[in-house]
């Protein structure tokens, strides 16, 4: 079962990383060509209320696109959207947790918001749950079945992801 599941994590991680890189480069051709307005459009319907845009905005403070980068001000809007049930602004919460970014590092914590954006469907928070539970990461034990359970849950969603990445 061990090398079934490094097996399985091997695989999803080149899946993962693919589709990954393709949205980090869109998001940053768009920052970086119209890094202003962009902003100031997100800013205003994130101040409205847009999930989306939230959820968004914090990313760029995240990974400083098209803005300063800014933990707190990343941590502040994805909050609002994770707590709307976005499903890639809980993914981001949970990596802040992991990683001690902006709050201290707290793996349980990590594991609360990643399972809330898995159970939506969030690939990324589907195999970071794997890899915890793999590894007994943090305060979490390890634990092979759930790890196995959400890699399983990887493979079964990777055909939307890709078709999605292809789009």
């Known amino acids: 079962m061990k090398?079934?599941?490094t097996l399985l994590l091997l695989?999803?991680?080149v899946l993962l990383a693919e589709s990954h890189s393709t949205t980090t480069s869109a998001l940053k051709i768009l920052k970086e060509t119209q890094s202003t307005a962009t902003?100031?459009?997100?800013?205003?319907?994130?101040?409205?209320?847009?999930l989306d845009a939230q959820a968004l905005l914090g990313e760029m403070y995240l990974d400083g696109i098209g803005v300063s980068e800014d933990y707190a001000k990343a941590f502040k809007w994805l909050s609002n959207a994770a707590?709307?049930?976005?499903p890639q602004a809980e993914y981001l919460l949970g990596h802040m947790y992991e990683n001690g970014l902006y709050v201290s590092a707290d793996v349980a914590k990590a594991v609360e918001w990643y399972t809330k954006a898995a159970?939506?469907?969030d690939i990324m928070a589907q195999y970071s749950l794997a890899l915890i539970y793999k590894e007994g990461k943090g305060?979490?034990?390890?634990?092979m079945?759930?790890?196995?359970?959400?890699?399983?849950?990887?493979?079964?969603?990777?055909?939307?992801?890709i078709k999605t990445a292809m789009k």
Do not use: C, H, P
């Not at 100031?40 to 319907?45: D, G, Q, R, T, V």
């Not at 305060?139 to 634990?143: G, L, P």
């Open 3 to 5: 090398k079934v599941l």
């Open 11 to 13: 695989t999803a991680s």
């Open 39 to 50: 902003y100031e459009a997100f800013y205003a319907l994130a101040q409205s209320g847009d």
């Open 83 to 86: 707590k709307k049930g976005d």
């Open 119 to 121: 159970q939506g469907g």
């Open 139 to 143: 305060n979490v034990a390890k634990d």
């Open 145 to 161: 079945q759930k790890a196995f359970k959400w890699l399983k849950m990887v493979e079964r969603d990777k055909d939307t992801l």
